[in-house]
């Protein structure tokens, strides 16, 4: 059974940092695509940071390009998430998500928030106060 849990999540002031980890357990990712998803109360999930396994590629929504930092640890089987500089509008619940099949281009394993990811975990609250 495949599990996903986050974990780092908390309530940070403005311009502070946090670093999210997503443990996947029964899985393994092998050319396949893991991400990072928000979502805020009252609207809808967005993506934040995906990245090809295969270490080929990331995404990043622009709202948080050159503040976050998504990464892999394969020997752990953990997805992160460093966020940096965060602001009051990255206040949400955020999701770990798996298991999605990279478009291939020239051979190039890419990634999209837009892809149908058939795991998720349940979540891990961030808090940001101005």
């Known amino acids: 059974q495949v599990q996903l849990v986050e974990s780092g999540g908390g309530s940070v002031q403005a311009g502070g940092s946090l670093r999210l980890s997503c443990v996947a357990s029964?899985?393994?990712?092998?050319?396949?695509?893991m991400g990072w998803f928000r979502q805020a109360p009252g609207k809808e999930r967005e993506g934040v940071a995906v990245?090809?396994?295969?270490?080929?590629?990331?995404y990043y929504d622009d709202s948080v390009k050159g503040r976050f930092t998504i990464s892999q640890d394969n020997a752990k089987n953990t997805l992160y998430l460093q966020m940096n500089t965060l602001k009051p509008e990255d206040t949400a619940m955020y999701y770990c998500?798996?298991?999605?099949?990279?478009?291939?281009?020239?051979?190039?394993?890419?990634?999209?928030?837009?892809?149908?990811?058939?795991?998720w975990g349940q979540g891990t609250q961030v808090t940001v106060s101005s």
């Open positions: 990245i090809a396994t295969s270490g080929a590629s990331t």
């Open positions: 029964g899985y393994t990712y092998d050319s396949t695509c």
């Open positions: 998500a798996a298991d999605s099949k990279p478009v291939v281009i020239d051979g190039v394993d890419y990634c999209f928030p837009a892809l149908e990811y058939n795991y």
